[in-house]
């Protein structure tokens, strides 16, 4: 079967300018590619009808299907409804269907529909409304010749309730979709060209319908097995056997497969194990509580976490020594140990995490260059810390540290040396 | 003079599956805007020969100045370098200084070049290498007939290193560049089209040569003023006359102007008073602390922060009483009241601030829905609170009461109602 072939185009002077980052497609991609539709490109160009007009028959000549995000504000720069309108050779008519809902949206709020709102209630003619539950703009659904065009506001959380609720159920009705089987390995504290030799024979072996790729990230690289064919089952059944051989040479890195993130994967073996976790951020600064805590469910395992930033706090708070502040210094494995143990005692927790450094760019001394940063943790029975040598860039640094001590909060609950 | 219009493509299968999040272009379109070059269009395609020649085919078709992230790794998936090499008719070949750079690179950690690397010191014959000191892919710069193509590695910390140390300048010295004048205005606390109403006459006495773009985020929105012309001295002057008109209207809710971050704003307020402010994050999770520690001095104004995320810590470490939690809970004003003074006192800073809510998608009660957060700043004299109603997304609960949290700290060192 062929498979159906899409197209992503925002539109945006603040995404082409760089004011905005586009976070939209990448979470369109990942949608899309789960019902079997294949991204060939992304597109991105600015408020004017010329280059968007060039956009559409461009990307309406090599896809069958075109998605939008952009444009659709109340203010006067918005031109993607007037170019879709042009595009398919109708005019914007009033939807009384969406002036409904935007009256209920204001007036649910105690705020009046004011007449820049009112305008977002005029829609191609023909096309087919797609209901937007959290905001303000409608998206739009229209279709000619086997093609299809969808029309989404570009607000990150408005387009993703909308895809989800309305527009993946009708391009799955609409559009026959092939077989691909992606699967996405996570592995942690291993660089690439390293992993690269480990796993090269492995690779050499993969069947000619079965694709890896490489996708770093600070601390992490993702590895994506993606087979194609025809036979879903069979698919599956060939990438578990190849994963299965994988974890033989490379197991102690792996974290977890799919879509899960690292806080998620050291959250699960939390839950599993029944224990709990308190941090000591000092150069993190709150990061690695954030991720952890941007986990739905987490406040089952995760008790808190102290801040001390100031030097003087690693003692009012964790009772860190003055000797040892002042022998070692609080970037020091001393500290660092200390901060470990003494939280995990002072929150209640079974697992203290600490993290200690310069994460630059000032700070610095002789002996300790921007970059040295110190990480433990801490159960009932030991406390493990490394030292990190990292970047000369602050938030390189942070994140850096947060994903190694995740890391070795890790290895420490699946014991792996 | 006519202005440089350039284009920015990024290869791989990881940006266009949605694996990976770019962020690439948004940071060069910025840099890129900064000299006065114009992105007219961003396109992204994935790992494929025949994807690739045809974005460069086309980019060439419409820019002068065309700029490849992406593609550069060791792996065989990586095809930027063979598809520029058939695109400018050439072929690979070894560069010495590349394998030298690359030699130390790996010297310098104690780790020995394999076969592998090794290919990343072959570059298309009679390129300019653009060095990577903090990486192993060189980058490239190609021309003909007046055009230029520059190939740089996907990894965010190696392109942006090799822009700033040799491509912006390159581009610069190269290219005749025209005048732009922006100013980014950044408002928080203010919807966008309630913000719309309020300036609509300003925005309409705009001078012809300038165009306005509402930019809304989570909780922000910024208006950035584009002017072009000729005379660049004459162009500043009629945006900062602009904008000391708009001040007259909205003046309260500007925080800032240019690339300033609200939390740089809000930590210039407090070094400008000489304050320090100390945290209680319950809800938020560590994600103001780690916005605030983002900013590199915030150790002179940053004391800490605790996040009692258990609410037995809520009372052991910060005093909230058992009786409060009892009767009003641990989403209340009163404790959001207690927490705020008293992280101020343990910490020993000039001012509090605390976050207490339902951040969702559990731990709603028929009182409370999800999404119902209280924040409180405290100083030596009052303590302020404000009730937020805000979403079902637990994500965005958390990114928008930190905003609100800042705020709220920014309106009580500015003494703002």
Same mark, same amino acid.
């Given at each position: ?187 942690? /504290? ?10 090269? @024979?492995?690779? &050499? *072996? #993969?069947?000619?319908? !079965? ?88 406040? /089952? ?10 030097? @003087?706090?690693? &003692? *009012? #708070?964790?009772?860190? !020594? ?96």
């Amino acid at each position: 079967m062929e498979y159906t072939e899409a197209e992503l185009i925002t539109i945006g002077d603040e995404i082409l300018y760089g004011q905005t980052l586009d976070t939209n497609t990448q979470w369109m991609s990942v949608e899309l590619d789960k019902i079997g539709i294949r991204i060939v490109r992304k597109t991105t160009v600015g408020d004017t009808e010329e280059a968007i007009l060039q956009a559409f028959a461009e990307a309406e000549s090599r896809a069958q299907l075109v998605l939008i995000t952009g444009g659709l504000g109340p203010t006067p720069d918005d031109l993607t409804k007037p170019c879709l309108a042009r595009y398919f050779h109708t005019e914007l008519v009033l939807f009384q269907e969406a002036l409904d809902q935007l009256t209920t949206f204001f007036e649910s709020r105690g705020r009046k529909l004011n007449a820049l709102n009112r305008t977002q209630a005029f829609l191609p003619q023909g096309c087919v409304m797609i209901p937007n539950t959290l905001g303000t703009a409608p998206g739009m659904w229209m279709q000619r010749e086997g093609r299809v065009f969808i029309s989404m506001p570009g607000v990150p959380h408005e387009m993703r309730k909308m895809m989800e609720d309305t527009i993946l159920p009708k391009i799955t009705a609409t559009f026959q979709t092939p077989v691909f089987v992606h699967q996405m390995v996570r592995t942690v /504290g291993i660089p690439e060209s390293v992993l690269a030799v480990k796993i090269a @024979n492995w690779e &050499k *072996s #993969l069947p000619d319908f !079965t694709k890896l790729a490489y996708l770093p990230s600070l601390g992490q690289v993702r590895l994506r097995l993606t087979a194609k064919g025809t036979d879903k089952k069979g698919l599956e059944e060939s990438v578990a056997t190849e994963i299965s051989k994988l974890k033989a040479h490379i197991g102690k890195y792996i974290y977890g497969y799919g879509e899960i993130r690292l806080e998620e994967a050291v959250g699960n073996l939390l839950k599993a194990q029944g224990k709990t976790i308190a941090l000591a951020e000092s150069c993190t600064g709150g990061l690695i509580s954030h991720m952890i805590t941007s986990v739905s469910g987490s406040s /089952g395992y995760f008790r808190g976490s102290v801040i001390p930033y100031h030097n @003087n706090l690693k &003692k *009012s #708070l964790l009772g860190v !020594t003055q000797e040892i502040l002042e022998t070692q210094g609080a970037v020091s494995e001393a500290t660092v140990r200390q901060m470990a143990e003494e939280v995990r005692t002072l929150l209640g927790a079974d697992i203290g995490i600490a993290t200690s450094g310069i994460a630059g760019p000032t700070g610095a001394t002789s002996e300790k260059p921007v970059g040295t940063i110190w990480i433990a943790v801490a159960d009932d029975k030991t406390t493990q810390a490394r030292l990190l040598q990292l970047t000369q860039a602050r938030d390189v640094n942070i994140k850096l540290t947060a994903v190694a001590a995740l890391n070795l909060l890790r290895q420490t609950l699946s014991e792996i040396d």
